[in-house]
């Protein structure tokens, strides 16, 4: 008689891998050594997410590095931009806000000063601009108190800026940062950074009741290439040449996806097993996630590993977990 999987363990191991990317690992290992209280607690955790990407399908926050200037020239005239030309407040990382074409061009010497000497023109990037969103419909001043707290946090010990934006579809905040912390320590945000950056604005975004989730985009079924900033504004310009694709199918792609659908089926069966009529419910929204998210590719592959992983083979739509 085979015997029933430890349900919590199977969460925490495949729920890491697919909301939780800096713990994935690329062969399977056993079960984390977690007490039970601490297990429950953690799988208690996986399965919130699961049922806010499957079932109410949360918004999705969007945090993105959309530039950056190389000196002085560039980093003022994002600061004109984000302002409207000092229309628009602008609030420092010591919660002052200030208004107008004068402030805004002291703002920009206090940067030029503010640290080691920014020429106008330099060799190495002297600030990030950094654009934080939501869907619309979201409240644009809980945006923006998201954003002030994700930017205490993620950003602490740099100048930086934040503008408001919530004349246009999506309410989002603009935020530029200096590259150089006081301490003289240099920003160099990276893949891992970005998605950590996500998960924090939308941790900051519940706390305010909104629902919002930063789940990477393999564990969506989603592959969409978003553009750069520039591109935009060069496109409603008119301006832009050339277009780029619209979504990314590489090797590096096939596999992220491959990986999370395995995931997804793991899951899927051990929720399936469960005496909970909860789980099984649960299981049976996987399954039509999984239709949705794998009816443009083939994700046979996947499903050959989960049958070597499981040692029997494991169909997309179980009857098991049909509703």
Request: no cysteine; hydrophobic share 35%.
């Amino acid at each position: 008689m085979a015997q029933a999987p430890n349900i919590d363990g199977v969460l925490v191991q495949w729920g890491d891998r697919l909301f939780y990317p800096g713990n994935r690992v690329v062969k399977v290992k056993p079960q984390p050594r977690l007490d039970g209280a601490g297990l429950r607690e953690r799988a208690a955790a996986i399965r919130h997410r699961i049922e806010a990407t499957v079932v109410r399908r949360a918004p999705q926050v969007m945090v993105k590095v959309t530039g950056g200037g190389l000196g002085m020239q560039a980093i003022a005239a994002h600061f004109r931009y984000i302002s409207k030309n000092g229309r628009l407040d602008i609030e420092n990382e010591q919660g002052e806000t200030v208004r107008g074409k004068s402030a805004v061009h002291e703002l920009a010497d206090d940067w030029r000063f503010g640290g080691s000497l920014i020429d106008d023109i330099g060799y190495r990037r002297e600030a990030f601009n950094i654009m934080l969103s939501m869907p619309r419909g979201t409240d644009p001043l809980i945006v923006q108190k998201a954003a002030r707290e994700f930017a205490q946090i993620e950003l602490a010990d740099h100048k930086f800026v934040m503008v408001l934006h919530d004349h246009q579809a999506n309410p989002h905040v603009h935020i530029s940062v200096r590259a150089e912390s006081r301490y003289g320590r240099r920003l160099n945000p990276h893949k891992a950074d970005l998605q950590r950056w996500r998960e924090t604005f939308a941790e900051k975004l519940r706390g305010y009741g909104v629902e919002a989730e930063a789940t990477r985009q393999a564990t969506r079924g989603r592959n969409v290439s978003h553009p750069d900033l520039w591109r935009l504004k060069a496109q409603a310009d008119g301006r832009l040449r050339k277009a780029r694709p619209t979504s990314s199918s590489g090797d590096k792609t096939r596999t992220s996806r491959a990986e999370a659908l395995k995931g997804w089926l793991h899951i899927g069966q051990a929720l399936a097993g469960s005496p909970d009529a909860r789980d099984v419910r649960l299981a049976g929204s996987i399954a039509l996630f999984i239709q949705e998210a794998t009816s443009s590719w083939n994700p046979q592959k996947a499903m050959q590993e989960v049958g070597k992983d499981t040692q029997r083979p494991i169909p997309l739509m179980s009857p098991q977990i049909r509703r």
